[in-house]
């Protein structure tokens, strides 16, 4: 077999550095090019309206105001680059302010000195493999950071299963996903959880841009990033999807800010005015601190639950200990909320989680076991809806724990007798009756059996 001569082989080196180049090059003028077509979004800013169509905007045909360079989300393309998490200055935003820095400093914090912790600046939201058992699951962190990912892990998953159209609903669709289906339904994931909190009116979203609009000051602590906010009013839900799908690299990029974004999109959605009035005496402020991170308070899982910074879990208002009036979960929503904890009291009526987070629209539950977050969810649109089918029936369970490659499968029964429960539970585990999981779920089922259809459960 006749060697390629050394001149034939620089030859092809070369040409495949040639060819790198210019794809680079090309690169380089697309995002050149993507800046200036996003330029001028359908956005406004906080104090400005207009009822013609401003300069980002042209008719589609429809007559209706179209963001340019938003018509359709871009298809997948050959030789693409990751868009940059820093954007232009020059991308038609409204920057922020001291005023607002620092109010939004005291929403999350009750304070303007305190700033994030490692742990928070570093999170993103990031899924595992396409094409996997877990191409679905988004990779979660620890402490306040996984809480909101599991809260937006919910909703990616009723986004697949019973919103996205044209698709296959079941468990096995979930794990079929593409890289391309990753990026549009986080999109449409966060499109929607900003839309609910902006009371289905308008969302904000924020970015972070090459300039600095705020300095920081003796009663304001700065932190990098906060200081360099654009925030960017989007009037409708579809240009909402398609504005965060073209700027998903600020969600999704590795040292983006991705989750705090995400949160300080939340806040600016619902507004101040509207947590003012949401929050009570229990809770002034969304973060807790804990072992040198910050934990959410509930008032944030309910708001990306439910569309409301509702601080409490039972249904309405209730009296405290001292008769002050406390703000409790006034409708049921998409995604509902499940709680256990082996040092909860069942006296305890505040800490009981209502029917309206138990008993959600669509079965998706984020839980809350012993202060960890996990999803528990099934694919069955009418389980809450047709007391037949919640006789016996699958759900699927997870807890984003780095051991778990895939889902956890459990068969529900909700009208086995109670002696094949105990006798079904002991022989799987001898001297240990139940799991955290279980209990969570018979929160909701109270007399429920569970099968773990051969998996190891976990205490």
């Given at each position: 077999v006749?060697?390629?001569?050394?001149?034939?082989?620089?030859?092809?080196?070369?040409?495949?550095?040639e060819?790198?180049?210019?794809?680079?090059f090309?690169?380089?003028w697309?995002e050149i090019?993507?800046?200036?077509?996003?330029?001028t979004?359908?956005?406004?800013?906080q104090?400005?309206?207009?009822?013609?169509?401003?300069?980002?905007?042209t008719?589609?045909?429809?007559?209706?105001p179209?963001?340019?360079?938003q018509?359709?989300l871009?298809?997948?393309?050959?030789?693409s680059?990751?868009?940059?998490?820093?954007?232009s200055?020059?991308?038609?935003?409204?920057p922020?302010?001291?005023?607002?820095?620092t109010?939004?400093?005291?929403?999350?914090?009750?304070?303007?000195?305190?700033?994030?912790?490692?742990?928070?600046?570093?999170?993103?939201?990031q899924?595992?493999?396409?094409?996997?058992d877990?191409?679905?699951?988004?990779q979660v962190?620890?402490?306040?950071v996984?809480t909101?990912?599991m809260?937006?892990?919910?909703s990616?998953?009723?986004?697949l299963?019973?919103t996205r159209k044209?698709?296959d609903?079941?468990?096995f669709?979930?794990?079929r996903?593409?890289?391309?289906?990753?990026?549009?339904?986080?999109?449409?994931?966060?499109?929607?959880?900003?839309?609910?909190?902006?009371?289905?009116?308008?969302?904000?979203?924020?970015?972070?841009?090459?300039?600095?609009y705020?300095?920081?000051?003796?009663g304001y602590s700065g932190?990098?990033?906060?200081?360099?906010?654009?925030?960017?009013?989007l009037?409708?839900?579809?240009t909402?999807?398609?504005?965060?799908?073209?700027?998903?690299q600020?969600?999704?990029?590795?040292g983006c800010?991705g989750?705090i974004?995400?949160l300080?999109?939340l806040?600016?959605?619902?507004?101040?005015?509207?947590?003012?009035?949401?929050?009570?005496?229990?809770?002034?402020?969304?973060?807790?601190?804990?072992?040198?991170?910050?934990?959410?308070?509930?008032?944030?899982?309910?708001?990306?639950?439910?569309?409301r910074?509702s601080?409490?879990?039972?249904?309405?208002?209730?009296?405290?200990?001292?008769?002050?009036?406390?703000?409790g979960?006034?409708?049921?929503?998409?995604?509902?909320?499940?709680?256990?904890?082996?040092?909860?009291?069942?006296?305890?009526?505040?800490?009981?989680v209502g029917?309206?987070l138990?008993?959600?629209?669509?079965?998706?539950?984020?839980?809350?076991?012993?202060?960890?977050?996990?999803?528990?969810?099934s694919?069955?649109?009418?389980?809450?809806s047709?007391w037949?089918?919640e006789?016996?029936?699958d759900?699927?369970?997870?807890s984003?724990?780095?051991?778990?490659?895939?889902?956890?499968?459990?068969?529900?029964?909700?009208?086995?007798?109670?002696?094949?429960?105990?006798?079904?539970?002991?022989?799987d585990r001898p001297?240990?009756r139940?799991?955290?999981?279980?209990?969570?779920?018979?929160?909701?089922?109270?007399?429920?059996?569970?099968?773990?259809?051969g998996s190891?459960?976990?205490f």
């Amino acid at each position: 077999v006749m060697e390629p001569s050394d001149e034939a082989q620089n030859s092809q080196g070369l040409d495949l550095e040639e060819i790198t180049r210019k794809i680079l090059f090309l690169d380089k003028w697309r995002e050149i090019f993507s800046y200036h077509r996003l330029g001028t979004n359908n956005t406004t800013s906080q104090n400005h309206e207009d009822d013609g169509i401003s300069a980002g905007e042209t008719e589609d045909g429809t007559g209706r105001p179209q963001p340019r360079g938003q018509g359709r989300l871009p298809s997948s393309s050959l030789c693409s680059v990751p868009k940059p998490s820093i954007i232009s200055s020059k991308s038609g935003g409204f920057p922020v302010s001291l005023a607002m820095a620092t109010k939004l400093r005291q929403t999350l914090f009750g304070n303007t000195i305190q700033v994030f912790s490692s742990d928070w600046t570093r999170a993103y939201f990031q899924f595992h493999e396409p094409f996997s058992d877990l191409a679905f699951a988004l990779q979660v962190g620890k402490g306040g950071v996984r809480t909101i990912q599991m809260a937006v892990q919910g909703s990616i998953i009723k986004y697949l299963l019973f919103t996205r159209k044209g698709k296959d609903c079941n468990f096995f669709s979930l794990c079929r996903i593409s890289k391309y289906d990753q990026d549009h339904t986080l999109a449409a994931a966060l499109a929607g959880i900003l839309w609910a909190a902006g009371a289905a009116q308008k969302a904000t979203i924020c970015l972070i841009t090459e300039d600095t609009y705020v300095t920081p000051t003796p009663g304001y602590s700065g932190d990098g990033f906060s200081e360099r906010l654009q925030l960017f009013e989007l009037s409708d839900k579809e240009t909402t999807e398609k504005f965060i799908y073209d700027h998903l690299q600020c969600f999704k990029g590795e040292g983006c800010h991705g989750v705090i974004l995400f949160l300080y999109s939340l806040i600016f959605s619902r507004t101040f005015e509207r947590l003012q009035k949401e929050l009570d005496v229990s809770t002034t402020h969304l973060l807790q601190p804990n072992a040198g991170g910050f934990l959410c308070r509930q008032a944030v899982l309910n708001l990306i639950l439910t569309g409301r910074a509702s601080p409490h879990i039972f249904n309405g208002c209730q009296k405290g200990k001292s008769q002050e009036i406390l703000h409790g979960v006034l409708t049921r929503s998409d995604i509902g909320y499940l709680q256990w904890g082996k040092d909860t009291s069942e006296d305890d009526r505040l800490s009981q989680v209502g029917s309206m987070l138990k008993t959600p629209k669509l079965p998706v539950w984020l839980c809350n076991i012993n202060g960890n977050y996990s999803v528990l969810f099934s694919t069955n649109r009418q389980l809450l809806s047709d007391w037949k089918v919640e006789r016996l029936f699958d759900l699927y369970f997870y807890s984003g724990q780095p051991a778990q490659n895939k889902p956890v499968h459990l068969t529900i029964d909700t009208h086995s007798h109670h002696w094949e429960r105990v006798q079904h539970e002991d022989a799987d585990r001898p001297g240990r009756r139940f799991s955290p999981l279980e209990m969570v779920i018979r929160t909701k089922w109270r007399d429920a059996t569970i099968n773990w259809n051969g998996s190891v459960p976990f205490f």
